[in-house]
């Protein structure tokens, strides 16, 4: 099922669960209105998670679980931020899920 | 209790059928879950780790572009038949990942250490 | 004058071996999906007679897709081209 956002006299096409169809649309200023649809303010970690994780999509063609974000992040930034609890504090619904939604990419696969 | 051991097997090329996708999506999945999986490459399956491929022409996704991120989930048992390869005028340096090349009695020797073996 | 169309991997299907024993000078071959893999076949008894072959043809897309290049002896085709073929040749045959 279709459903979409009104955003800036745009049309963005979502899915039901609000993961951008496109992920061409995306753009800052749009991430910042899903982060808000969220309930997320979003702060320079936020958007380092956020820019990671398109990053890794550009990279990989695939949206990142929760353990390889983990796995990749700790990799580039340290286990500092590659750790769960970390994450988890910045998305806290679930940082593979909100991060991948916010970053304007499909829902990792089979995620739970 | 030790958790059992994954093979998935490739046994076909990519972009003609699906099946290939369906490996790796099972393979994400599994690593995700912590299993321990191993990916084996038999047969047209090494098709599937040929680098330069352009899916996009017949409007496939690119997932061989994925195999490089199975180190984030743990993957590290990459295998690839070498009859398989030489039959297919192919070496180690036509592949997008690095992997481990075993001769058949090698292979089927690394497979055996599986308790569980799947095919596409 | 027929042309052929392969459209499965002859390292995993016997069509290509089929059709080569069934050719005539004045036919064509066109390699399309998994029949491209054909191109890497040269550690195969079936290459020589296959690119011996005049009118041999692979389709640009699947070549690509599949990240496999052509020999000269290979003419590479779009589909606006593919269609041409199928109306110069009296008879297709899609293996």
């Known amino acids: 099922m279709e459903q979409s956002i009104e955003f800036n006299g745009r049309t963005i096409l979502v899915d039901k669960a609000g993961y951008l169809l496109n992920n061409q649309d995306w753009d800052e200023a749009l991430a910042l209105h899903l982060a808000q649809r969220e309930g997320i303010e979003m702060t320079d970690a936020h958007w380092e998670v956020v820019r990671f994780v398109r990053a890794f999509y550009q990279e990989f063609n695939t949206s990142p679980a929760i353990r390889a974000l983990v796995k990749a992040m700790e990799k580039t930034y340290g286990p500092e931020k590659g750790n769960s609890r970390y994450l988890q504090r910045l998305f806290p619904e679930g940082p593979a899920k909100q991060a991948t939604k916010l970053a304007g990419l499909p829902k990792p696969a089979k995620c739970l | ?120 | 004058m027929i042309l052929h169309l392969l459209r499965a991997s002859p390292f995993s299907d016997q069509s290509l071996c089929q059709c080569l024993g069934r050719v005539t000078e004045q036919d064509g071959i066109v390699l399309m999906q998994d029949a491209v893999y054909a191109l890497r076949g040269q550690e195969q008894a079936w290459y020589n007679p296959m690119t011996s072959v005049s009118s041999l043809y692979a389709l640009k897309e699947d070549i690509e897709a599949r990240g496999i290049s052509a020999p000269e002896q290979v003419h590479v085709i779009g589909y606006p081209e593919l269609v041409t073929l199928t109306l110069k040749f009296d008879n297709v045959i899609s293996w």
Do not use: W
Request: aromatic share 8%; proline share 3%; glycine share 6%.
């Open chain 2, 1 to 120: 209790m030790t958790s059992k051991r994954i093979a998935i097997i490739n046994r076909t090329a990519p972009h003609g059928h699906s099946q290939g996708q369906e490996a790796l999506d099972m393979t994400l999945v599994a690593g995700s879950f912590g299993q321990d999986v191993g990916l084996f490459f038999l047969d047209d399956g090494v098709f599937q780790l040929l680098t330069g491929q352009k899916p996009d022409a017949v409007l496939r996704k690119n997932y061989s572009k994925t195999f490089a991120a199975l180190e984030f989930y743990d993957i590290d048992t990459l295998v690839v038949c070498q009859q398989s390869l030489q039959a297919r005028g192919l070496t180690q340096a036509d592949l997008c990942i690095p992997v481990q090349v075993l001769a058949p009695d090698a292979l089927r020797e690394a497979l055996a250490s599986f308790n569980h073996i799947v095919s596409f």
